[in-house]
């Protein structure tokens, strides 16, 4: 690979193949997720996402590429992490939320820097259409971040494990 242009080709090949595999995992997110709000903002991202997809293969045309997808390995590995998790933590309903939510938090934080150079790319290209459709994106990506943030203040395990501790502890004081 030698220019900006065929380095511009495999991030929008990366991110067509990030949000495609999303769309498949946030369908099993909002499965598992119990929380009514977060299961709903789950849902609704995954209806983003798809638009998101719609959005950078328009941005290939744009620049009069046929759009491809190259498996994104980071968002695969993000993915992964949360499956391996839900799948042998055995975590119970609250924890599972709570984990969802960090999970989720670094896909955006990853997709957020990831737009934003593709958008570099882009301006310094002047492909302004092809800039116009990833700041869509990246503004989508921004507000789930924060929507997110929102919830992490909101959604807490049940239970910290202090109150066995502290049940032993009590234990301990009535025996001596
Ligand atoms: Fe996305």
Not at 102 to 125: C, H, Q, W
């Amino acid at each position: 690979m030698q220019t900006a242009h065929e380095l511009f080709i495999h991030g929008l090949a990366d991110m067509l193949s990030g949000e495609r595999q999303l769309i498949d995992a946030l369908a099993t997110q909002a499965e598992n997720a119990t929380n009514p709000q977060l299961k709903k903002a789950v849902t609704s991202h995954r209806t983003q996402t798809e638009k998101q997809a719609e959005r950078l293969e328009q941005a290939f045309k744009s620049i009069g590429e046929a759009p491809e997808d190259t498996e994104c390995k980071g968002i695969k590995g993000l993915i992964q992490e949360y499956q391996t998790f839900a799948e042998e933590e055995d975590p119970s309903q609250d924890i599972l939320d709570t984990f969802t939510i960090g999970a989720a938090m670094k896909v955006e934080t990853y997709e957020i820097d990831a737009y934003n150079e593709l958008i570099d790319l882009a301006r310094s290209m002047k492909h302004s259409r092809a800039v116009k459709l990833l700041q869509q994106n990246l503004k989508e990506e921004q507000a789930t971040l924060k929507k997110l943030k929102g919830f992490q203040k909101k959604i807490k395990p049940e239970r910290t494990g202090h109150e066995e501790i502290d049940s032993r502890r009590s234990r301990t004081r009535r025996a001596a």
